[in-house]
């Protein structure tokens, strides 16, 4: 179809300034109008005044003062837009597929600016009595567009009721409040009524309610138990029925529970009140946003209590285990304040199943247990407007288009639709309703719970029912933002024809990018890339049936443009259209996360989780901004990441994880994301613009591949060791956690030539600096068994003379390999050890040393020659070949957990290993032969009887390094970026003053 006859289209491309500003001029028309409009508000408010008084005359105008500081400021702001021009970020390019952000539409804009500039505050309407009622219509709107009651509904129930916050984490909070406050109102008015001075307790015996399974029973006979599992209507409807049945007006009843309320009293008192063997819990996603364990916090629930229930390998909540959880808190009474589905979650775009868990919830309701159910719909509120209206769901989107249209699958619009069952949903505008910041949102399907929450002061409100800031967490606001809102909501509609059009070309634009991610990597490239959500055909675990679809997708997808998509559908059948696999491709809601993992030169894929993270790293800084040297206007394409933590993604993360080829070890994964928001993204004549940033991408990709091939090369190098012992020479490894040719922890007994062993006698008794062994050639010591000569150099730390060799060419014979490790992320411990410090106990009886075990990276390198080691005696102890062997040593009640990661900057004179210092010990075998690697290790024999107890007390020949063992050759040192933004601020300033 011609772009002239894609009337939707049109109208989407007319809300946006545009990628290349194309519509500015209308913007600038519009900003024109409103500054007129400003002149003339005030030049007409009290026009009699000029007759009379003059506030800012010309002569003061005309005053080189003025004049001065007038530019000046002209000045500042001619700086301040030049460098926000160079250096933010293009969210407003389809290049941008980063976070969710990208160009806000102009009404938003400009509804923000003109508020703006009258500066409205609405937390009192006699501050904001125009931005007031827009915040009511925004909240009218919502509920509209989620299925709520209005407040012109004839008898249809309680009205909903919605406002907007600063943001979803102060909605979500402000719904933990309510759900807390919900679920302990019965027990205040029980209390109320049964203390024996209590203000309620006239009210007589036939006060009656119904319990959640169904049973009208006198409200002073119900349990604690059924009290707690009141459904959320018939808890709001008690005010209502104490004033119907016994007069009890609002006011009087507000006063006598305020001090018996949980606001009042906190929940701790009515739980011991009412015997509550445990606290109630929140039960949400494992995948949730961290306002909702902050939440929990601040509202006194506890963290602890913010539940986390397990999700699918869809990163969906897992119903069943949701199920599991609520029949465990039902055999244990344990009241639930409220289940949280998320509707689009933040880092996968995924739509838990509602409809599930309102299932769920009215058949637990029939067993006892009642709670408050909660849409987090932060993301994909506004997707609700892609919803028909008054016609079934499931429709196909229009794909004649542009941009086709691309319409959600049937489960997630049916997901969407259940949202008007619940009790309150979050939804930020700010995020899919290309609103500026700060626009969040709360919305109550009973417009009544907002009394649970309201906070009266008399500059509030004066009785006024407009008064809106009585209501919620925030004090001053912006009216701003509700205008803002107001009039995007207005202008681009609610509904299939706006906003749901829009996103519904974002959509499909998702989903081409997600065929891109998906069939990216070829068997023959030096990488691949595996999109989070699985293909269809990877139900089959065939892996010819997935390069096939991987192959249709190159053909279909990838090799056309959007009209050539539409054309060859035409004649296909539904299942066999290339519109029903992009349906298909990705997540619920227009966010991709996948992952990559490199090839070695040979085309094995790499195993390690750390080294595929590594690469991922490597990638996402090319393609976002760290530093004021990266230059925005030069990223070719944003991506973000996120991590997969084993604790919060469980089976999910495992199953990535082995769809990448990798082992599991239980490390965090990370995962790269892409949110589509711009509608421009897939709009090219010849539709490889979503083709060339995949190309970009790749290169990209294909470039940090080699760092990561090179950094695992298992290839010959220089070595470098630290020295122990006189009688008999140990050698202690200078590690490295990012070079593989340094990946291990190795402790050697050897031997030097005649002439080096005098060198190094008379270097030890004339010198403090550390003693260092280099190797003069390039060897690789895995694969050097014993008795084997290497050649080295015997040289200072820091280095004297400039060279810093005292001896060259020192044959050194290996006579034993006490420890040759790996310390791989396969090696690796999950946690560093705690209430312990653990070592190798090495050298003879009398010149023990001590090695720290790395159990993990980052960490810190300790070395201490010559000990004073005191063991209590042990007739069966043999020292000797104890140490010849490399024994396991812990310093008790050295804390490493606590102390790691250490920094350079915490090695002052408080740091515990320094000469002198004692420490009680215990020792052990060590049960492992010296290449096996160490995972575990600690953890297994401190569970063990030792084979010693005693002391160690360090010498002087301590040597520490946080450095050379953390430091990684092709990184930079986050202080480096950090002091050169300091630089550019500092300059910025100059200039500004010049």
Not at 193 to 205: A, H, I
Not at 389 to 404: E, H, M, N, T
Not at 711 to 725: K, V
Request: proline share 6%; hydrophobic share 40%; aromatic share 8%.
């Amino acid at each position: 179809m011609a772009s002239g006859e894609d009337i939707s289209h049109q109208a989407i491309s007319s809300w946006f300034i545009g990628p290349r500003a194309e519509n500015l001029p209308e913007f600038r028309s519009n900003i024109t109008a409103l500054l007129d409009e400003l002149q003339l508000a005030r030049e007409d408010y009290f026009k009699e005044d000029e007759n009379g008084y003059e506030f800012i005359s010309e002569g003061v105008r005309d005053s080189a003062e003025f004049k001065r500081v007038t530019a000046k400021v002209a000045k500042a702001v001619r700086q301040t837009a030049k460098m926000l021009g160079k250096h933010s970020v293009p969210f407003y390019h389809p290049r941008y597929q980063a976070h969710m952000c990208t160009d806000l539409s102009m009404p938003a804009m400009l509804g923000y600016f003109m508020t703006m500039i009258y500066n409205p505050n609405n937390v009192a309407i006699e501050a904001s009595p125009i931005s007031t009622v827009a915040e009511i219509e925004v909240g009218e709107q919502l509920c509209d567009l989620f299925g709520f009651n209005g407040p012109d509904d004839p008898g249809s129930g309680p009205a909903g009721w919605g406002h907007i916050t600063c943001d979803g984490t102060v909605a979500n909070l402000e719904s933990i409040w309510v759900a807390r406050n919900l679920k302990f109102y019965p027990l205040a008015v029980r209390k109320a009524m049964d203390d024996d001075d209590g203000p309620l307790r006239f009210v007589p015996e036939t006060f009656n309610v119904r319990t959640c399974q169904g049973k009208l029973k006198p409200f002073r006979d119900l349990s604690t138990w059924e009290l707690l599992n009141l459904k959320p209507k018939t808890i709001l409807d008690i005010p209502e029925q104490l004033h119907t049945q016994f007069g009890i007006t609002p006011t009087f009843l507000q006063s006598a529970l305020d001090s018996y309320n949980v606001q009042t009293t906190g929940k701790d008192v009515l739980e011991r009140h009412f015997n509550l063997a445990t606290s109630p819990s929140y039960l949400i996603p494992s995948t949730k946003h961290y306002s909702w364990p902050k939440g929990a916090a601040i509202t006194g629930i506890g963290s602890a209590h913010a539940v986390s229930i397990p999700v699918d390998d869809a990163a969906r909540l897992d119903l069943a285990a949701l199920e599991a959880r609520l029949a465990q808190s039902l055999a244990s009474q344990t009241p639930v304040y409220a289940v949280v589905a998320v509707i689009g979650s933040t880092e996968e775009g995924a739509v838990d199943p509602l409809r599930g868990v309102l299932a769920l919830r009215q058949r637990f309701q029939a067993q006892g247990l009642s709670f408050a159910v909660h849409a987090d719909a932060a993301w994909g509120g506004y997707f609700a407007t892609m919803l028909p209206r008054g016609a079934g769901l499931g429709r196909d989107g229009g794909v004649d288009g542009l941009v086709p249209d691309l319409s959600l699958r049937v489960e997630t619009q049916e997901d969407l639709f259940a949202m008007r069952y619940c009790d309150s949903v979050t939804v930020d505008p700010h995020k899919a309703g290309y609103i500026p910041y700060p626009a969040g949102a709360l919305v109550y399907r009973d417009g009544r719970l907002k009394n649970l929450v309201t906070w009266t002061s008399p500059y509030l409100s004066r009785g006024s029912e407009t008064s809106i800031g009585i209501y919620g967490v925030e004090g001053s606001k912006p009216g701003a933002a509700a205008v803002s809102t107001w009039l995007s909501n207005q202008c681009l509609g609610l509904n299939q024809q706006g906003y749901g059009a829009l996103l519904s070309e974002a959509c499909f634009t998702s989903s081409r990018f997600s065929a891109l991610w998906a069939a990216l990597a070829t068997p023959e490239d030096s990488f691949t890339c595996v999109p989070f959500n699985m293909l269809p055909s990877e139900a089959t675990g065939d892996p010819k049936l997935i390069e096939e679809e991987k192959q249709r997708i190159r053909h279909e997808v990838l090799a056309k443009t959007n009209a050539e998509i539409v054309a060859n559908d035409a004649e296909k059948p539904l299942a066999e259209k290339t519109i029903t696999l992009l349906r298909a491709l990705g997540s619920d809601l227009n966010i991709n996360a996948f992952a990559l993992n490199w090839r070695y030169p040979d085309g094995t894929l790499n195993r390690g989780v750390e080294e595929a993270n590594y690469l991922m790293t490597r990638v996402v800084k090319r393609l976002s901004v760290e530093s004021p040297d990266d230059k925005p206007t030069k990223i070719p394409l944003y991506l973000t990441s996120t991590e997969f933590e084993p604790d919060l993604y469980g089976e999910c993360a495992a199953t990535f994880k082995k769809r990448l080829g990798l082992d599991d070890y239980g490390e965090s994964l990370m995962v790269l994301r892409n949110v589509v928001m711009s509608p421009f993204a897939s709009l090219s004549a010849k539709g490889d613009f979503i083709n060339m940033l995949g190309d970009t991408f790749k290169q990209v990709i294909e470039e940090e591949v080699k760092v990561c091939q090179v950094r695992n090369e298992a290839t010959p190098d220089y070595h470098s060791f630290l020295i122990h012992g006189t009688d008999k020479i140990f050698l202690s490894y200078r590690s490295m956690f990012h070079v593989a040719k340094h990946r291990r922890q190795i402790i050697l007994a050897v031997e030097f030539d005649e002439a080096g062993a005098k060198a190094y006698r008379e270097l030890k008794g004339n010198t403090e600096e550390e003693i260092v062994l280099k190797t003069s050639e390039k060897i690789n010591l895995a694969v050097r068994p014993p008795p084997s000569l290497i050649i080295s150099n015997l040289t200072l730390t820091p280095p004297f003379p400039p060279s810093g060799v005292i001896h060259p060419r020192l044959r050194t014979t290996i006579h034993t390999i006490l420890k040759n490790r790996p310390l791989t992320s396969a090696a690796a411990d999950p946690s560093y050890p705690s209430a312990l410090t653990p070592f190798y106990l090495y050298g003879t009886p009398r010149e023990p040393h001590l090695d720290h075990i790395l159990t993990r990276a980052p960490n810190i390198a300790l070395s201490a020659g010559a000990v004073a080691l005191a063991l209590h005696d042990s007739p069966a102890l043999d020292l000797d070949g104890l140490l010849a062997r490399g024994a396991i040593l812990v310093l008790d009640g050295v804390h490493e957990a606590a102390m790691q990661p250490v920094g350079e900057d915490r090695l002052g004179e408080g740091f515990f290993f320094r000469g002198g210092r004692k420490f009680g010990v215990r020792v052990w075998e060590d049960p492992l032969g010296p290449a096996e690697s160490g995972r575990g290790l600690v953890g297994r024999v401190v569970g063990l009887p030792p084979v010693a107890t005693g002391s160690v007390t360090l010498g002087e020949e301590v040597v520490v390094d946080v450095e050379k063992v953390n430091r990684d050759p092709w990184g930079e040192k986050e202080g480096e970026k950090l002091g050169r933004w300091r630089e550019r601020f500092a300059r910025i300033g100059r200039e500004m003053e010049g």
